[in-house]
């Protein structure tokens, strides 16, 4: 598979904006997290897999959605991007009432 064409200057800040601002308002899946923070970087698969010290396998199968990645997989790829795993709420489309005493 050719190498992607890595994006312009402009064109990463864009991608970058776009990712943090959908990460802040927890509107991103794993699988779509990967796959933004593959291509803010210009990297296919193989590539970024070896840049991030795990298999390309791992990567396949995050974007996928079919993976089961290691709390330390996921935290060795964000890293890069700043992030790392957490406990973060779970967005419900009805308010939840706060649990009774």
Known sequence: ???RIRPT???????????YDR????D?????????????TGLTQAEFAAHRGVSRRVIQ??????????????NSIAKLFGLKVGFVPIRRS???SPPSS
């Not at 200057?9 to 990712?19: D, G, H, K, S, Y």
């Not at 990460?23 to 927890?26: E, L, R, S, T, V």
């Not at 991103?28 to 803010?40: N, V």
């Open 61 to 74: 199968d995050i974007e996928r959605g079919t993976g089961n990645p290691t709390v330390e997989s996921l």
């Open 94 to 96: 009805e308010p939840s």
């Open 1 to 3: 598979m050719p190498r």
């Open 9 to 19: 200057r402009e064109e990463q800040n864009a991608l970058r904006r776009t990712f």
């Open 28 to 40: 991103m899946s794993i699988p779509e997290a990967m796959k933004a923070m593959r291509q803010m």
């Open 23 to 26: 990460i802040n308002q927890g």
